[in-house]
């Protein structure tokens, strides 16, 4: 091909090289005289000075290859030998020996240069050894894990838990742990990261060893190394399960060489000197232009060099190229040589003038080499570029970066370049990923931020949620001008950051480009096969490890492709004005059924694909008017059947996706016609499978009613948004949690600081040794906060920055629309992967509670929308019968859990319409039995929280004095009650007659397995602790046992938020389940309230241990909620209430005053008419915690206490002997008070109704109670003396 700005199509085989005659007889030749002023302009050799033009052999395309021969000669001492050097032993070409050098389980790249660990601790070395000399090689560190790299001897054998450097005779450094290691191990060196380079120096000559970080010597590691006879030293490395490394023995030009040191392998001498030769005769042809009219040669610059068709130059290329083409080939070469030469253009000019050359060359290099060639070039090119972007040390300005990126789109600008690199080379061969990342420096100070950032800050108190907890009010004058100068520095940083973003995007731009289809696809539709490939293998982790892409590369990535996305999404806007901005993105529903793209083995909402392709097909057929080929439905179903069985071999596997294809109609289709479907491999896609033709929706096959006709955007777009979704659902959530981590570590030091000088100020002045150490701690902690302090800046920059905020925020609404216009198909709603629900949930909570307190939620666009948007989303979705996946069920869930605990987001609960608030409601007074019962009570007790008696604390009154693990949890916000929803709890449990019985009597049950769980577990802990010999109580077994006395407690929450809102449930005896409701409350409320307060009990026992895992466990948050629901049943509402409650209280035979005396600290009840006495500060009171119980609620718990002891006195005094066979001869605690009919058997009525809660049948003789009748003895006695009168 030729210069795109060229009119002229020259054909490469037209300037092929031919033999003598025919070269004579090529037309367009230049006059003899100007051929050659510039030949020998062009061939010049650079070791001669120029000579006069009469004392020159005259050159012409005849004898210049004689000429070229000569120039390239390179003389016998200066070609690279072939033989061995002295003090080096194997083959000249030195690689890892993967045949019988290693121990372990090691993946070895292709090359045989990277490695990654793959077992413990492998260990491997090269093939080539050293016994004499200064001998050198570079390891290139992709991951900062645990390595050790060095040298061995032959003898050394390693195993999976010593590795080089644990043997004698073996010297490794470890950048890790910072360590040298030979059998034993001392400090050593710095800590590396990954992006570093770790030179291997060994001198053999002097008998050291020593190591360098990124050309800076670390120092001498060993001395008086073993030397002689026998005695020869391999590079070798031992790394742990998925750390990797490349090594460089000189195969490529080392990064930092070391005068005086000799790489392991040798380069190419005599290649390189003609290599070098050549690329100077080519850039003469740049620099010089013929003027055949005056005769002349015009020096210009090579930005603006032309090809113009000139024979004269085309054949002088081909001469060039004949010779050259072979070189670029080779690996060493590319690098040294072209890649030079390219990043000198780069350097040169401006953007537009390198990019101008680079063009130039790549048509030359098209034009003039074979395709297999210039394919090579490419490859090794791009391999080399990627290398250095990724190893290049981190410098103030980002100047190495930028470099290296603005070369990558010089090179990219080029079609032919850019497609064969983007279908061959920058997803199958190398990790392009690196080019979208910007690795943070581990040490700040050679990455000049010290320079950028010379003043350092840190808040003193902050949050995740919303701003800083300290108003800057509330600063010094000092903490100002410090904070204003780091916020200086940090913008200083931000903006060369934004430098190298830039060039990212422009990159993607490239990569995204839909106009380039000139002979050939579009570079997106070449990109997007690539990149479905690229998410398959990270999604299913089954892909080659090597090309799986970290975290920390899926965060920047995800950026810059949405910032690539949205500038083609807008562009396209902007000439089709039916279609939608990129803020009112989403993806249609169509795509997650009409099988167009592949979302591999991910799970759907409903479950897998084949099975919903079988269960819904009519639905499918009615609604989107496809058909499932019967063929596939057959293969699923197949495939259901032997997914346990081996796969076929890798060369029988065809690659497969789900994606459907319209059977090319030859006319519109109707609404009512039905379009059969079919499977197509990834690969077979074309533009049209994707954008679609003129009677072929593409992507957007199979359109619901619901959806408007007029498309988004281009149906490529979509998919990559899709694509970006599930990157996000990958892996970039979990990193963005991870990288908070650097701004815990802030406040941690920044306390430690705090509470350093709070300890300076009041030691004496007298204590010399205890002021020494505190200022030596305080200066640790200050040298600490500055290095932190900065890099947290870098974070910030580069990860948690307003725009990237924007990103997430963006991709939280796309996720919102997507889902409401999902759950709008009815039952195709459940074709939709499950990443797109866990997005939206885990989105949120990142932008909550990993930005702030530097960026907060309430200042994005439209905020309060999209909370409410999404409480809508939670409300709906959490209870929907068309999501069957435990997991995603549990996630929306929880999610609902949080979304309550806070002010903001309870608020956006209920804005969302009546309608949805009620459903939500109903859904959560569901019976507990079947379901995710504690996360629906923990929902309900959020809503009361801050109602309930003594229920207003944030912690409890016991734990205020410890510090909490994480003060954002859920569990620790201050209590934020709803009216409104607790208003539509309280008619809902009065609308019908089963709703509130069977709800509650679910929460019976499972107060009473929570609390009997408790219970028994508390007696194995102390069983334990009891024991003389030492024991360990397990503390898994611990969290079961608090977590059951969490349950219980908030179960018992929900009791007096059921008792204080619709009271007549319990207490309105016309109902038919309200007296066996309140028995079995006050059955329940009497076991709790006796093994709490019993004296010197368990309970006490355990409480007293303070074990670690039980801190939740005390008196108080299990007492004042029983104490709540007695208050509400005995000193509120009618008299008749009251009456009901107490006398079901008394009759309890578990009853036992003395526990209600517990309450105000009293052994026993106090005599009719006295006061209380004061409470025994050693005993339990509710009059101890009046920071949490008001005197209202005290003067309460007094009223039920003297209620309580006259009621008790009152029924001791009229109650009557019983005799025994008059007991119920079930409880054995109650009289007998009913009869079954039509059997005649008697019990009690409590034992009775809770008995046909769960049967039918006669406790006695098994026969179906037909009805329960009341019975009393003197009526039974009546009627058995006249009978027998």
């Known amino acids: 091909m030729a210069s795109k700005e060229s009119s002229m199509s020259f054909s490469r085989k037209?300037?092929?090289?031919?033999?003598?005659?025919?070269?004579?007889?090529?037309?367009?030749?230049?006059?003899?005289?100007?051929?050659?002023?510039?030949?020998?302009?062009?061939?010049?050799?650079?070791?001669?000075?120029?000579?006069?033009?009469?004392?020159?052999?005259?050159?012409?395309?005849?004898?210049?290859?004689?000429?070229?021969?000569?120039?390239?000669?390179?003389?016998?001492?200066?070609?690279?030998?072939?033989?061995?050097?002295?003090?080096?032993?194997?083959?000249?070409?030195?690689?890892?020996?993967?045949?019988g050098g290693f121990e372990g389980l090691l993946l070895v790249d292709d090359d045989l240069l990277g490695v990654i660990g793959h077992s413990n601790f492998g260990t491997i070395r090269s093939t080539t050894c050293v016994y004499k000399g200064k001998w050198v090689y570079e390891v290139l560190i992709s991951s900062q894990g645990l390595m050790q790299i060095g040298w061995c001897t032959i003898n050394c054998r390693f195993n999976q838990e010593e590795g080089v450097g644990d043997t004698h005779n073996s010297y490794a450094y470890d950048g890790n742990r910072v360590r040298k290691w030979n059998v034993t191990t001392t400090n050593y060196g710095k800590a590396w990261a990954a992006g570093d380079i770790v030179s291997c120096l060994i001198d053999l000559d002097d008998g050291t060893l020593s190591f360098c970080l990124n050309g800076v010597s670390l120092g001498t590691a060993f001395e008086n190394l073993s030397r002689g006879l026998g005695m020869a030293y391999f590079p070798a490395i031992s790394l742990s399960f998925k750390e990797s490394v490349a090594f460089n023995f000189g195969s490529r030009p080392l990064r930092y060489p070391v005068a005086g040191y000799r790489p392991l392998q040798d380069p190419p001498h005599a290649d390189l000197v003609r290599a070098q030769k050549l690329l100077g005769c080519f850039r003469a042809v740049l620099s010089v232009e013929l003027d055949p009219v005056e005769g002349r040669l015009v020096e210009k610059d090579s930005s603006e060099w032309q090809l113009q068709g000139q024979p004269t130059v085309l054949l002088t290329l081909a001469h060039i190229f004949h010779r050259f083409a072979p070189l670029l080939r080779k690996v060493y070469l590319v690098e040294a040589v072209l890649m030079s030469f390219l990043r000198g253009v780069v350097d040169a000019g401006s953007p537009a003038q390198a990019q101008s050359v680079v063009r130039q060359v790549l048509d030359l290099l098209w034009l003039?080499?074979?395709?297999?060639?210039?394919?090579?070039?490419?490859?090794?090119?791009?391999?080399?570029?990627?290398?250095?972007?990724?190893?290049?040390?981190?410098?103030?300005?980002?100047?190495?970066?930028?470099?290296?990126?603005r070369l990558t789109i010089a090179i990219l600008r080029h079609e032919k370049s850019r497609k064969f690199l983007l279908s061959n080379v920058l997803f199958d061969v190398l990790r392009s990923v690196v080019f979208f990342y910007i690795k943070s420096p581990l040490r700040v100070e050679e990455a000049g931020l010290q320079e950028l950032i010379p003043t350092t800050w840190w808040p003193h108190r902050s949050g995740r949620e919303g701003k800083d907890s300290k108003d800057v009010k509330d600063e010094t004058a000092e903490e100002r001008v410090r904070r204003r100068?780091?916020?200086?520095?940090?913008?200083?940083?931000?903006?060369?950051?934004?430098?190298?973003?830039?060039?990212q995007v422009q990159i993607l731009k490239l990569l995204l480009n839909n106009k380039d289809d000139n002979g050939g696809e579009a570079s997106r539709y070449i990109f997007l096969t690539?990149?479905?490939?690229?998410?398959?293998?990270?999604?299913?982790?089954?892909?080659?490890?090597?090309?799986?892409?970290?975290?920390e590369y899926m965060v920047c990535f995800l950026h810059r492709l949405i910032s690539a996305l949205r500038y083609y999404w807008d562009e396209y806007k902007a000439s089709n004005p039916h279609a939608a901005f990129s803020e009112e993105a989403y993806i249609p529903p169509q795509v997650f059924y009409n099988g167009k793209v592949d979302y591999f083995d991910l799970q759907r909402l409903g479950g897998l694909l084949s099975h919903l392709r079988k269960t819904l097909k009519d639905d499918l057929a009615s609604k989107a008017n496809i058909l499932i080929d019967p063929l596939e439905l057959q293969a699923a179903t197949m495939d259901d059947l032997d997914e346990d069985e081996e796969p076929a071999?890798?060369?029988?596997?065809?690659?497969?996706?789900?994606?459907?294809?319209?059977?090319?109609?030859?006319?519109?289709?109707?609404?009512?016609?039905?379009?059969?479907?079919?499977t197509l491999s990834a690969e077979q896609r074309t533009r049209e499978d994707i954008e679609g033709s003129h009677w072929n929706e593409g992507l957007l096959l199979g359109r619901p009613p619901e959806e408007p006709e007029q498309p988004l955007t281009e149906n490529s777009l979509l998919e990559v948004l899709d694509g970006a979704v599930m990157m996000y659902n990958l892996s970039v959530h979990q990193q963005l949690g991870k990288?908070?981590?650097?701004?815990?570590?802030?406040?941690?030091?920044?306390?430690?600081?705090?509470?350093?000088?709070?300890?300076?100020?009041?030691?004496?002045?007298?204590?010399?040794?205890?002021?020494?150490?505190?200022?030596?701690?305080?200066?640790?902690?200050?040298?600490?906060?500055?290095?932190?302090?900065?890099?947290?800046?870098?974070?910030?920059?580069?990860?948690?920055?307003?725009?990237?905020?924007?990103?997430?925020?963006?991709?939280?609404?796309?996720?919102?629309?997507?889902?409401?216009?999902?759950?709008?198909?009815?039952?195709?709603?459940?074709?939709?992967?499950?990443?797109?629900?866990?997005?939206?949930?885990?989105?949120?909570?990142?932008?909550?509670?990993?930005?702030?307190?530097?960026?907060?939620?309430?200042?994005?666009?439209?905020?309060?929308?999209?909370?409410?948007?999404?409480?809508?989303?939670?409300?709906?979705?959490?209870?929907?019968?068309?999501?069957?996946?435990?997991?995603?069920?549990?996630?929306?869930?929880?999610?609902?859990?949080?979304?309550?605990?806070?002010?903001h987001s309870l608020r956006a609960v209920e804005r969302i319409p009546e309608e949805q608030r009620v459903a939500m409601v109903r859904s959560l007074l569901a019976p507990y039995e079947q379901r995710p019962w504690a996360q629906t009570n923990w929902i309900l007790v959020r809503l009361w929280r801050g109602c309930g008696f003594g229920y207003?604390?944030?912690?409890?009154?016991?734990?205020?004095?410890?510090?909490?693990?994480?003060?954002?949890?859920?569990?620790?916000?201050?209590?934020?009650?709803?009216?409104?929803?607790?208003?539509?709890?309280?008619?809902?449990?009065?609308?019908?007659?089963?709703?509130?019985?069977?709800?509650?009597?679910?929460?019976?049950?499972?107060?009473?397995?929570?609390?009997?769980?408790?219970?028994?577990?508390?007696?194995?802990?102390?069983?334990?602790?009891?024991?003389?010999?030492?024991?360990?109580?397990?503390?898994?077994?611990?969290?079961?046992?608090?977590?059951?006395?969490?349950?219980?407690?908030?179960?018992?929450?929900?009791?007096?938020?059921?008792?204080?809102?619709?009271?007549?449930?319990?207490?309105?005896?016309?109902?038919?389940?309200?007296?066996?409701?309140?028995?079995?409350?006050?059955?329940?409320?009497?076991?709790?309230?006796?093994?709490?307060?019993?004296?010197?009990?368990?309970?006490?026992?355990?409480?007293?241990?303070?074990?670690?895992?039980?801190?939740?466990?005390?008196?108080?948050?299990?007492l004042v909620a029983v104490t709540g629901i007695l208050v509400r049943l005995l000193a509120h509402g009618p008299a008749s209430g009251r009456e009901r409650a107490t006398s079901v209280l008394l009759a309890d035979p578990c009853f036992q005053l003395s526990s209600i005396c517990y309450l105000l600290g009293q052994p026993e009840p106090p005599a009719p008419g006295t006061a209380l006495p004061a409470p025994d500060r050693k005993r339990f009171s509710l009059q101890s915690y009046t920071d949490y119980i008001s005197a209202e609620e005290l003067a309460q718990v007094e009223q039920m206490l003297a209620h309580l002891t006259s009621a008790s006195a009152q029924a001791a005094a009229a109650s009557l002997p019983t005799s025994e066979e008059d007991l119920c001869p079930i409880c054995y605690a109650h009289p007998i008070s009913a009869v079954f009919q039509p059997c005649g058997h008697k019990s009690c009525k409590a034992c009775i109704n809770q008995h046909l809660m769960n049967n039918k049948d006669c406790f006695f003789c098994k026969a179906t109670i037909v009805s329960v009748e009341d019975w009393e003895k003197a009526a039974s006695a009546s009627t058995t003396t006249s009978s027998a009168a």
Not at 485 to 503: D, S, T, W
């Open 952 to 1118: 207003r604390y944030t912690r409890l009154p016991h734990l205020l004095k410890t510090k909490p693990e994480d003060a954002n949890l859920p569990s620790l916000q201050k209590p934020c009650p709803s009216t409104l929803l607790q208003q539509h709890m309280a008619e809902l449990l009065r609308e019908g007659p089963d709703v509130a019985p069977s709800f509650l009597n679910s929460v019976l049950n499972q107060l009473n397995w929570a609390f009997s769980e408790f219970i028994g577990m508390i007696q194995e802990i102390q069983q334990a602790a009891e024991r003389l010999e030492r024991n360990f109580v397990d503390s898994r077994q611990l969290k079961v046992c608090a977590t059951c006395f969490d349950l219980s407690v908030s179960l018992l929450r929900v009791l007096e938020m059921t008792i204080t809102l619709v009271p007549d449930i319990f207490l309105d005896w016309a109902r038919p389940t309200s007296e066996m409701l309140l028995r079995r409350l006050a059955q329940l409320l009497n076991q709790v309230l006796n093994r709490v307060t019993a004296e010197r009990n368990l309970f006490d026992r355990v409480v007293t241990l303070r074990l670690p895992g039980l801190e939740s466990v005390d008196h108080y948050p299990i």
């Open 649 to 678: 071999p890798a060369a029988a596997q065809v690659p497969r996706t789900a994606a459907v294809s319209l059977m090319t109609p030859r006319r519109p289709l109707s609404t009512s016609e039905k379009v059969k479907v079919r």
């Open 530 to 551: 690539k990149f479905r490939k690229f998410l398959q293998e990270n999604a299913s982790g089954r892909g080659n490890m090597s090309m799986l892409c970290p975290p």
């Open 485 to 503: 100068a780091y916020e200086r520095g940090c913008q200083r940083l931000k903006k060369r950051i934004e430098v190298v973003e830039e060039l």
């Open 739 to 903: 990288m908070v981590g650097v701004s815990d570590d802030v406040n941690e030091y920044a306390m430690a600081l705090r509470d350093t000088e709070d300890k300076l100020r009041r030691c004496p002045k007298r204590r010399n040794d205890i002021l020494a150490e505190l200022t030596k701690s305080q200066k640790v902690f200050s040298e600490k906060l500055d290095h932190l302090s900065r890099r947290l800046a870098w974070v910030h920059a580069t990860v948690y920055s307003q725009e990237k905020m924007l990103d997430i925020y963006w991709l939280l609404r796309v996720c919102l629309r997507t889902v409401e216009h999902g759950d709008r198909t009815g039952s195709l709603f459940a074709f939709m992967p499950e990443f797109y629900l866990s997005v939206a949930i885990n989105s949120y909570s990142a932008l909550k509670n990993y930005f702030g307190p530097v960026h907060s939620m309430e200042e994005l666009p439209g905020y309060e929308e999209t909370l409410t948007r999404l409480a809508a989303i939670l409300a709906k979705h959490f209870a929907d019968t068309r999501i069957v996946g435990t997991d995603i069920r549990d996630s929306l869930m929880q999610a609902l859990a949080s979304y309550v605990c806070y002010p």
């Open 368 to 405: 003039f080499m074979e395709d297999y060639e210039v394919q090579d070039c490419l490859k090794q090119l791009m391999m080399s570029l990627l290398r250095l972007y990724r190893f290049s040390p981190i410098v103030p300005d980002l100047g190495l970066q930028i470099h290296y990126l």
């Open 14 to 99: 037209s300037y092929r090289l031919t033999s003598d005659a025919e070269k004579s007889r090529v037309t367009g030749i230049v006059h003899e005289e100007l051929l050659n002023d510039y030949l020998h302009r062009i061939f010049s050799s650079p070791e001669h000075a120029p000579t006069a033009a009469t004392s020159r052999k005259p050159l012409n395309f005849q004898n210049l290859p004689e000429h070229l021969d000569q120039l390239l000669h390179v003389e016998d001492e200066d070609e690279e030998s072939q033989g061995q050097v002295e003090g080096r032993l194997g083959p000249s070409t030195v690689v890892l020996d993967h045949t």
